[in-house]
């Protein structure tokens, strides 16, 4: 099973090497070559659907990369990360289909560095030595930066350099505490240096430990982005391509959540506890400050850009309750957001590629002219807003109710973005959709097409199956966020608040 | 008069001197038409002289009644010197014909440069040392300003000789007080006389500084660094490149050699200076390249900050910092030189296309040249995957594995600072209109093509398999 793991990584540099020896004039083929790797690589990793329930790593990889430093090349994935990646995988042929008409200059390189992007996405996720996973996290930014800046809109220039500098910045903190974690611990596999720390082998002052946990935590907050560090992300939105945006919202910001979870609580359970009440605080400032601005947004780009802030808000809160819960909606919730959120990005690009505006102003009543189009967008915005029955509700109640077993005001607070969400969605839908149409808006609004078709439902038929039947997914995940969960209450001097009858029935059954 | 083995240890550099005047003679002899034999004579000459090094490294030991040295480290900066020069001297075979400058006096300057770094790299006595720098320095002087009817490079030459001169004096100085200090020149002896209890220890710590500043001079560490962007941007492109890498080498290596075996009693005193030469080099090399148009000035004040990183290496005073130092040292040859070569090759005839501006659109008109400097330009950022990474990772490892955490906190929220003047460049290659007027791309001469594969080549291979080169570091900086 690990050499299926490193197929799925290799597959898209594997088309990237393709794309790269590819005549550049042939447009059509460049995108179907990118599309049949798309698509294979999707292929190859739909097994990890059907891993076994494991609370701990499984595919393993784990091979000497360098002497020294001891650098590996150790990859694998737990629950969490394996739907990450199918994440990845599954939204990358929608990016195709979504760029196939948007992108006609520099066919060739906007595929490469998609593919590029990809395997670094997935790389991030699997990878389980910290030099590793730094390396993929880096080369990340590379080809996203390229993404923004080549095939992006007007200030796209602007935008690509402050996305590039701002996770530059945080990470070479993070590249400074793993240089001081190896130089404690002598090494930099993520297992070994969680096994050292159990066994209290490695022993950090709390003062060390907090320094650590804030160089890491502000390169990963940066990229969830958590208020008040989010400020590239409605610019990097609104500039980038449609496929950029899809790929941003839906996984590089989950990017910075997963290294949250997977770093940041394991390695240091004790500062995590020290400071997630302001954590929470700013994640809670960050919902509803994320919902108020999508209020008086006019731009449609930007509007879902700060709903991004606003419910990747839910995911910070869920991880630092530090509850089985809430951990478990906060990693459902990173799928959620990445499904809905994707198909919102991909509906706007569409809207865009018929009227070549983004302003909320140039629309209003395209339900008449494009039905299709307007159903699609309905389902989604009804999924984002929590509408029951549709994916982002249970990862929302999950966040909500695990929050409350520790603070019932959070929970209050938090709830208050949900009701936010339901209204600028819903008034969007509105203004863009319903009324009567104005002469201009129906002259160019076709409905969706074939292509169109084939990006968008299955986005929409994974909210509705995530949202009647979680259970496919919560299983793997729940295994392994109480695997993170565990040591962390172990290792804790003061306990936590105490658990309700219920949580702790709930625990106990796990 | 030495028997034959016992010139062994200087082989390399008396192959370099004698194939230099092999150059000068034959240049007066061949006709235009064959000058491009002494190019091929030039590169015979440093390869002989590179496996020279190779072989005086068979016999290590000291040499010239202990004027000499020859060991691991000393043979690593000889290699990497002739690296570099084999790698100018093919790099700037088309430049030379294109800006019909003479050939044979810039083949020979270079390789006297070589001969002067080669005796940096082995020399273990301060007047050898001096005589060596001295050799390299005017080699350079002169090549500054071969672009004799160019007004910008003469003046950079005078300005890098006068103000050379004057850190040499610095130099002198403090060799003198050295001598003064302790009665002797050679580093051993030096050392062996720090430990007497009556050597006065002020004295070395001022001669220590002195002796800092004219090495901080050489390699363009801030606050000594005011030439190095008027220079690099007068030089000719390939002689910056040269600049930027191989003297600075061998400067460092002087820097080991006097600092870490001439006066280690001495550290508490230099530390401190090198701790703060290290923070200067970046911050003021970083925020001078921010403002920069012009893309030689760019690279000149990128290539102060780079001098800083190095620094910071040696300020954790280990053999982590050491090998970290010299990997980087390897590492920034392949990268900076390759980057100054493409932008030799795009300056066009007479060095016109310098400014940002004239990059806008490279990625579609010359994509092959605008991916090799894309990629030496993310080398320079230290994006993984690149030589440059890795060379960051081992400083920055070096620094917080010596206790230097705030200097690697801020050397490394530097890099992040330093990402935005390489990015500038890379924005107006690939994500700017060329502007109509921009000029048809020139064919890539094939030694110039050779040359940038070759750097571009090991810029990749040491970003992903920085190993060997690592483990032959290690060899040397365990002397």
């Known amino acids: 099973?690990?050499?299926?793991?490193?197929?799925?990584?290799?597959?898209?540099?594997?088309?990237?090497?393709?794309?790269?020896?590819?005549?550049?004039?042939?447009?059509?083929?460049?995108?179907?070559?990118?599309?049949?790797?798309?698509?294979?690589?999707?292929?190859?990793?739909?097994?990890?659907?059907?891993?076994?329930?494991?609370?701990?790593?499984?595919?393993?990889?784990?091979?000497?990369?360098?002497?020294?430093?001891?650098?590996?090349?150790?990859?694998?994935?737990?629950?969490?990360?394996?739907?990450?990646?199918?994440?990845?995988?599954?939204?990358?042929?929608?990016?195709?289909?979504?760029?196939?008409?948007?992108?006609?200059?520099?066919?060739?390189?906007?595929?490469?560095?998609?593919?590029?992007?990809?395997?670094?996405?997935?790389?991030?996720?699997?990878?389980?030595?910290?030099?590793?996973?730094?390396?993929?996290?880096?080369?990340?930014?590379?080809?996203?930066?390229?993404?923004?800046?080549?095939?992006?809109?007007?200030?796209?220039?602007?935008?690509?350099?402050?996305?590039?500098?701002?996770?530059?910045?945080?990470?070479?903190?993070?590249?400074?505490?793993?240089?001081?974690l190896y130089n404690a611990s002598g090494t930099l596999d993520l297992p070994g240096l969680g096994r050292e720390i159990a066994a209290g082998r490695l022993a950090l002052e709390p003062g060390q430990q907090t320094l650590l946990f804030l160089a890491f935590f502000v390169a990963f907050a940066i990229k969830v982005p958590l208020f008040p560090l989010h400020t590239w992300l409605p610019d990097a939105h609104v500039e980038a391509p449609t496929a950029g945006s899809i790929l941003l919202a839906s996984v590089l910001l989950k990017m910075g959540a997963y290294g949250l979870l997977r770093f940041c609580l394991p390695l240091f359970p004790q500062a995590s506890r020290q400071l997630a009440p302001a954590i929470s605080t700013l994640a809670i400032i960050g919902i509803l400050?994320?919902?108020?601005?999508?209020?008086?947004?006019?731009?449609?780009?930007?509007?879902?850009?700060?709903?991004?802030?606003?419910?990747?808000?839910?995911?910070?809160?869920?991880?630092?309750?530090?509850?089985?819960?809430?951990?478990?909606?906060?990693?459902?919730?990173?799928?959620?957001?990445?499904?809905?959120?994707?198909?919102?990005?991909?509906?706007?690009?569409m809207l865009y590629e018929r009227r070549h505006s983004l302003e909320i102003s140039a629309y209003g009543g395209a339900a008449t002219p494009a039905p299709g189009l307007a159903a699609l967008f309905l389902i989604t915005s009804l999924a984002s807003a929590g509408l029951p029955l549709l994916n982002n509700f249970v990862g929302e109640f999950l966040v909500l109710q695990g929050v409350a077993e520790t603070s019932f005001g959070y929970a209050a607070l938090a709830a208050g973005g949900v009701i936010l969400a339901a209204w600028y969605l819903l008034w969007l839908y509105q203004r863009v959709f319903l009324g009567e149409p104005?002469?201009?808006?129906?002259?160019?609004?076709?409905?969706?097409?074939?292509?169109?078709?084939?990006?968008?439902?299955?986005?929409?038929?994974?909210?509705?199956?995530?949202?009647?039947?979680?259970?496919?997914?919560?299983?793997?995940?729940?295994?392994?966020?109480?695997?993170?969960?565990?040591?962390?209450?172990?290792?804790?001097?003061?306990?936590?608040?105490?658990l309700t009858a219920e949580a702790q029935r709930r625990r106990g059954t796990r | 008069m030495p028997q034959n083995l016992e010139l062994l240890p200087l082989l390399p550099e008396i192959v370099l001197s004698v194939c230099g005047t092999l150059v000068m003679v034959l240049d007066a002899a061949l006709g235009n038409s064959r000058k491009a034999l002494l190019g091929v004579l030039a590169l015979a000459g440093i390869y002989c002289a590179g496996v020279g090094a190779l072989l005086s490294n068979q016999r290590p030991g000291e040499a010239f009644s202990g004027m000499v040295t020859v060991d691991n480290a000393a043979t690593f900066f000889r290699l990497l010197v002739a690296v570099v020069g084999f790698l100018t001297v093919l790099g700037s075979m088309s430049y030379l014909r294109r800006e019909s400058l003479p050939q044979g006096e810039f083949y020979a300057l270079i390789l006297f440069s070589l001969a002067g770094q080669g005796l940096m790299a082995v020399a273990s006595e301060l007047i050898l040392l001096f005589l060596g720098l001295?050799?390299?320095?005017?080699?350079?002087?002169?090549?500054?300003?071969?672009?004799?009817?160019?007004?910008?490079?003469?003046?950079?030459?005078?300005?890098?000789?006068?103000?050379?001169?004057?850190?040499?004096?610095?130099?002198?100085?403090?060799?003198?007080?050295?001598y003064g200090a302790t009665g002797a020149t050679r580093l051993t002896a030096i050392r062996q006389a720090l430990d007497k209890p009556d050597t006065n220890l002020s004295l070395v710590a001022l001669a220590a500084a002195l002796l800092l500043v004219g090495i901080g001079f050489k390699v363009s560490a801030a606050p000594f660094q005011v030439w190095t962007p008027d220079v690099y941007q007068g030089a000719p492109s390939p002689v910056a490149g040269f600049l930027s890498t191989a003297p600075k080498a061998a400067a460092f290596a002087m820097l080991l050699r006097v600092f870490f075996i001439g006066m280690p009693q001495a550290a508490p005193a230099w530390t401190?200076?090198?701790?703060?030469?290290?923070?200067?080099?970046?911050?003021?090399?970083?925020?001078?390249?921010?403002?920069?148009?012009?893309?030689?000035?760019?690279?000149?004040?990128?290539?102060?900050?780079?001098?800083?990183?190095?620094?910071?290496?040696?300020?954790?005073?280990?053999?982590?910092?050491?090998?970290?130092?010299?990997?980087?040292?390897?590492?920034?040859?392949?990268?900076?030189?390759?980057?100054?070569?493409?932008?030799?090759?795009?300056?066009?005839?007479?060095?016109?296309?310098?400014?940002?501006?004239?990059?806008?659109?490279?990625?579609?008109?010359?994509?092959?040249?605008?991916?090799?400097?894309?990629?030496?330009?993310?080398?320079?950022?230290?994006?993984?995957?690149?030589?440059?990474?890795?060379?960051?990772?081992?400083?920055f490892r070096a620094a917080v594995n010596a206790g230097l955490i705030w200097l690697a906190v801020l050397g490394l929220l530097n890099s992040a600072l330093a990402a935005y003047y390489y990015l500038k460049v890379l924005v107006v290659m690939y994500m700017r209109a060329p502007a109509p007027d921009a000029p048809a791309p020139e064919p890539l001469p094939a030694a110039l093509a050779a040359t940038l594969v070759i750097s571009a080549g090991a810029t990749l291979v040491l970003g992903v398999r920085p190993g060997r080169l690592v483990d032959f570091v290690q060899g040397a900086a365990g002397w």
């Open chain 1, 1 to 180: 099973m690990g050499v299926l793991l490193n197929l799925v990584l290799l597959l898209p540099l594997a088309g990237a090497a393709v794309l790269l020896i590819a005549p550049r004039d042939h447009h059509a083929m460049l995108r179907r070559l990118t599309l049949i790797f798309s698509l294979v690589t999707f292929a190859a990793s739909l097994p990890l659907a059907f891993a076994p329930v494991e609370a701990g790593f499984q595919m393993e990889t784990n091979l000497p990369w360098m002497a020294n430093p001891p650098i590996r090349y150790h990859v694998g994935v737990d629950g969490i990360s394996l739907w990450l990646v199918l994440l990845v995988t599954f939204l990358t042929p929608i990016c195709v289909l979504a760029s196939w008409r948007h992108i006609q200059s520099r066919v060739k390189e906007f595929f490469l560095f998609l593919l590029l992007l990809e395997t670094g996405m997935i790389g991030v996720f699997i990878a389980l030595d910290l030099f590793l996973f730094y390396v993929f996290w880096e080369v990340t930014l590379v080809p996203m930066y390229f993404l923004i800046g080549v095939w992006g809109h007007e200030r796209r220039i602007y935008a690509a350099i402050k996305f590039f500098l701002y996770t530059m910045a945080g990470s070479v903190l993070m590249l400074a505490a793993i240089l001081w």
């Open chain 1, 289 to 349: 400050y994320g919902g108020l601005v999508c209020l008086v947004q006019p731009n449609m780009k930007k509007l879902v850009a700060y709903s991004s802030v606003s419910h990747m808000g839910f995911v910070v809160l869920g991880i630092f309750s530090f509850t089985q819960l809430g951990a478990d909606g906060a990693v459902y919730q990173m799928l959620n957001h990445g499904v809905s959120t994707g198909a919102l990005f991909l509906l706007v690009g």
């Open chain 1, 438 to 498: 104005a002469e201009q808006v129906s002259d160019r609004l076709t409905d969706v097409g074939r292509r169109e078709l084939a990006a968008a439902v299955p986005l929409i038929v994974l909210m509705v199956w995530m949202g009647v039947y979680s259970k496919t997914f919560l299983a793997r995940i729940s295994a392994s966020t109480a695997r993170i969960l565990e040591p962390m209450e172990l290792r804790v001097g003061s306990p936590g608040p105490p």
């Open chain 2, 134 to 178: 001295e050799i390299s320095s005017l080699a350079t002087y002169v090549l500054t300003g071969f672009l004799r009817r160019d007004a910008r490079s003469s003046e950079a030459a005078l300005k890098y000789f006068f103000l050379g001169s004057f850190a040499t004096a610095f130099l002198l100085y403090g060799v003198a007080l050295t």
């Open chain 2, 272 to 395: 401190p200076m090198l701790w703060i030469l290290a923070l200067l080099s970046m911050t003021v090399g970083n925020f001078g390249a921010l403002l920069q148009t012009n893309i030689k000035r760019l690279l000149a004040y990128s290539s102060i900050a780079h001098a800083g990183y190095v620094l910071v290496a040696f300020t954790a005073r280990t053999d982590h910092g050491v090998t970290a130092a010299l990997v980087y040292l390897a590492v920034y040859g392949f990268m900076n030189l390759g980057a100054f070569l493409v932008v030799s090759h795009l300056a066009g005839p007479g060095e016109r296309y310098l400014d940002l501006e004239d990059y806008a659109g490279l990625g579609e008109r010359q994509p092959f040249l605008a991916a090799l400097l894309a990629l030496f330009l993310l080398s320079l950022i230290g994006v993984p995957l690149t030589a440059g990474f890795f060379g960051k990772f081992y400083i």
